[in-house]
């Protein structure tokens, strides 16, 4: 007896028609174009990895600058990819903190104190203004509690940093984490741009740029790219603000244990701000080192260009969208307060 003779003709036909007329998708010529790019990528992983350390080679020369190593970085996680990204937050936090130390040995103790006591009453007035309008607006816009602390705390203090810290705390979750940190590093790449347009537009002295970005902008690599773009007083003035700024995780973190309750758990402390101190001191009073200073603080830019080449190749696009529209107003809000009410500051009070 064959196979298929039980099955009546018409049935037959209607199986055969079955295996032999599936319907096929069509792709448009712009989507087999992007197949067929991502495809070559994706069987090559050597080809990403060439592509993306040739762009990182390019940001070592003096033809880029810390924006466009940022700009370059962000089209990079756009077009090609990340094929590092599991090192990247470890790549440039190191690079980071190697980059700020290496930058105290381009500063003076007195101008640095002398800018600290002027930046005191900024910092503390900004960092409590800021926490607590960041608790109200969370509370406003129906934000998760902990996102919305985070938010407020890398905006009152140094934006990625104080994530890092502030996160173990309170037992943040990746998400979590992710929302806030995508919030912070989209308008630190902003105000990276636009805060020296604003600075020159309103003729801001090198001094109250300093002060201005160290208070307003989140992260301190940023606070460098910006204060560095504007001159070297504005670097020296809103690196040392920053910093004296960045010690204030410590008290917003037991602070925080206090609020949510978590128990007993470890603060990071920000060591690599003693090393930058001790850099400084050795500038001051030992004039023999100049010479090597100049090298030191020429490298420490370099690293500060490709830090913001790496946290632009890590904003993908997964990252942007990970952030929603709730946290991002909160995060906004919170920056636009801030810098308006510090530019007020520091062109009246000064």
Known sequence: MEKNAAIPTQQKWILKRQTTDQPQLVSSPDETRTSKFKSLLDKSVTTREIIFVIALIFCLTPFVSPPVALLIGFAMAQLVGHPFLHLNHKATSFLLKVSVVGLGFGMNVQS????GREGILFTVASIIGTLSLGLLLGRFLKIEKKTSHLISCGTAICGGSAIAAISPLINAGEKQISV??????????????????????????????????????????????????YGAEALQVATTVKLARALWIIPVAFLTTLFFKTGKQKIKIPYFIGLFILAMIINTYFPAIHPASEVMVHLAEIGLTVTLFLIGAGLSGAVLKSVGVKPLVQGVALWVVISVAALWAVMHLL
């Open 112 to 115: 640095a104190v002398h800018a």
């Open 180 to 229: 806030a940190l995508g919030t912070i590093f989209i308008l630190n790449s902003i105000a990276l741009f636009l805060f020296p347009f604003i600075g020159h537009q309103l003729h801001l002295s090198q001094t109250q740029f300093g002060l201005w970005s160290a208070i307003a902008i989140h992260d301190t690599s940023s606070v460098v790219g910006a204060a560095n773009k």
